[in-house]
């Protein structure tokens, strides 16, 4: 029944995400001219190195939100203002990575719980909250969701 499920759950994840990339291409199509001259210059000013921009950026592509729906494109700006330091991106790389609704098919509790250990060392509240979904596997060296 286990590896039933499993292949169930790899199919099922195929098919969101073969809709997603649907409504994405539809997204891109239908964008105003307005939005479209908007993520522009959002791109422009996160590739000068405004933290804000790639944050709305990130946002932007991982919810479909002003501009299509792009997982990759979302972890690129989260990764450039995590690089800088930002603490929000940092955090919102865990809850990109800790497999929500939204965030499903970029799932890797490694990942999550590595970004809440790292944001909540520095004393972000709600990331060590979500941290204690998590536990850090000492034989495997990887974090693992609880539960």
């Keep these: 029944m286990g590896l039933f499920k499993a292949i169930v759950d790899v199919a099922v994840d195929a098919a969101g995400e073969t809709y997603r990339r649907s409504k994405a291409k539809k997204q891109e199509e239908n964008m105003s001219d307005e939005d479209r001259a908007a993520l522009n210059n959002a791109i422009k000013m996160a590739e000068g190195g405004n933290i804000a ?8 592509y991982t919810f479909g939100r002003k501009a299509p729906y792009n997982p990759e494109e979302a972890v690129k700006w989260l ?3 995590a690089e800088r330091g930002d603490v929000m991106s940092m955090r919102n790389f865990g809850v990109l990575y800790s497999g929500s609704d939204v ?19 520095w004393g972000d509240q709600d990331s060590a909250r979500m941290l204690n979904k998590f536990r850090f596997n000492a034989r495997t060296q990887k974090w693992q969701k609880i539960g």
């Design 53 to 60: 921009a790639m944050q709305a950026l990130a946002e932007a």
């Design 79 to 81: 990764n450039m203002a």
């Design 103 to 121: 965030t499903r098919t970029l799932y890797d509790a490694n990942l999550a719980g590595y970004w809440f250990n790292e944001v909540a060392r």
